[in-house]
């Protein structure tokens, strides 16, 4: 499988943005997806998972009420709904699948990972 993440950019403090990973080649037998991300000098950090059947879905703290994943089956896509950006969300994202550890926050447990997009948040 190939993760595909998209739709990063450079956004004002306020704003919202949706961030978009296709997957392509096997899209099936996934238990789970989530976003981490990475900022400069840091590791990278759970920010949203969710179980591949939606029952399930978790959230970083400094996210929580902010941030939405959402999976399009149809069209092999999983996005994050970004609301209210501020400038610790300024980081790079990536999107990963597991097939075993349904909505988990360790990224450990995701074998599938697509490359970073960025996402800068200044005024």
């Known amino acids: 499988v190939q993760l595909q993440a998209s739709g990063g950019g450079l956004e004002q403090p306020g704003d919202s943005l949706t961030l978009s990973c296709l997957a392509s080649g096997r899209t099936s037998g996934f238990a789970g997806m989530a976003w981490f991300r990475q900022a400069p000098g840091k590791e990278r950090e759970f920010v949203a998972a969710?179980?591949?059947?939606?029952?399930?879905?978790y959230y970083s703290d400094s996210v929580r009420g902010r941030f939405v994943i959402s999976r399009d089956e149809a069209n092999n896509m999983v996005y994050l709904q970004m609301n209210n950006l501020n400038a610790d969300d300024t980081a790079a994202y990536y999107c990963a699948l597991n097939t075993g550890a349904g909505s988990s926050r360790y990224r450990s447990t995701y074998a599938y990972w697509g490359q970073g997009t960025q996402v800068t948040v200044s005024s």
């Open positions: 969710r179980s591949w059947s939606g029952l399930s879905q």
